[in-house]
């Protein structure tokens, strides 16, 4: 048994942030439906490598974070799909929502009313800065939070612009953040009973993403500087050039760096090093790294990667996304799995599922990801609508529905 079986989980959610968040619960068994508005459904949806399945709506952001979902299209703008939502959250344990600070509000759809006739609901709402404060009401993407929360400005090398970190880390680190939130309110009303409204900021989540470097900054009032693949005290902590690719060395400790210079033969700085107290060991630095750009040279990346590895130090060539999936430390893991669905050409043959595994009842993409509306008929149906019903819906644009196409399952 997994650990969210027969939890129900509304998806209000689109891009990636909320998507992730649900992903999650749904990986670990919760059923969860993803609506959509008819006119504009997740706009991920459109947005990936392989163009016809752009043109499908079903582009691989998409994928990434949607598999094992249902999907119901459905205008909760009008007065019956509103009414239809509300039937829905009546029988749904969470829901999860990542529209502007209010927006659900200003619609009648918002935690205390939907509370009101759902008193167990657990209510996440997902948004750039949270419902407090003088930007609660603003937009944000990934990027924009980036800027703004000091992320950029540490990044990059030394006396460059910023940079933003290439992968949409904030948006995935605040989906984890609320994922977690989510299960620890299931527990809570596990014992209380009650239900709950979690306030999740994406800005929060970059925070706590940078956790040691504010507790750095609160303590000395000097937030971090950009420095690149080089640590600006540390020699063995930085990246250096080998007979054929980059080496990223993370010889944090004294006894790591220790250990690399004895294997890179020269005792007497390894003993010099385990004398030199910590907060001394920047005074190394020039000297050290001369060194190692000296030694690092002479043999190639994996070779010293192995070499420093089976010595307890820390140490991996630079790889490419593509030569890291491929490796076989990943393909002995269980974070890519295949789904149903993958063996059509254009479609990912496997998504990240979790980063972690269970003895029992562990994450697992059991379904693929849906395409716009696959589910409404499904899901009307287990609300009691019957076929002229959901076809009178359907003709006023209340609701859309699209059963799957061949070659999907």
Sequence with gaps: MQPF??????????????PFCTYQLAVLGADVIKVEPPESPDMTRQVGVTPELNDEHYGTYFMAQNAGKRAISLDIKTTEGKHILEQLVATADVLVENYRGG???????????????NPDLIYCSLTGFGH?????????????????????????????PPVRVGPPMVDYGTGSQAALAISAALFQRGRTGRGQFIDV???????????????????DGRPPQAHGNAHPQYAGYATYDTADGLLMVGAWTNQQMSSLFRILGDPERAVAVERTPRGDVG?????????????????????????????????????????????????????????????????????????????????????????????????????AYDGVAISDLEERGIIATCPPKSGFG
């Excluded at 079986?5 to 909320?18: C, F, K, P, Q």
């Excluded at 994406?202 to 507790?215: F, Q, R, T, Y």
């Design 5 to 18: 079986e027969g939890i129900r989980v509304i998806d209000m959610t689109h891009v990636l942030a909320g």
């Design 103 to 117: 927006s659900l509000a200003r619609l009648g759809l918002g935690y205390e009313d939907l509370s009101s006739k």
């Design 132 to 160: 407090t404060g003088p930007k609660r009401s603003h937009p944000a993407y990934d990027v924009v939070i980036q800027a703004f929360s000091g992320i950029m400005a540490m990044n990059g090398e030394a006396d460059a």
């Design 201 to 219: 900021s994406m800005l929060d989540g970059a925070l706590m993403l940078m956790s040691a470097n504010v507790s750095a900054t609160q303590a």
């Design 283 to 383: 005074l190394r630095r020039d000297a050290d790294t001369a060194f190692l750009r000296a030694k690092l040279a002479e043999k190639t990346a994996d070779e010293w990667e192995t070499m420093l590895n089976d010595a307890a130090i820390p140490a991996a060539r630079v790889r490419r996304l593509d030569e890291a999936m491929a490796h076989e430390q990943v393909v002995s893991r269980t974070v890519l799995q295949s789904y149903p669905g993958a063996e059509r050409i254009g479609v990912p043959n496997a998504l990240p599922v979790a980063a972690f595994t269970y003895n029992h009842g562990g994450p697992k993409a059991d379904g693929r990801p849906p395409k716009v509306g696959e589910h409404t008929v499904e899901i009307m149906k287990e609300l």
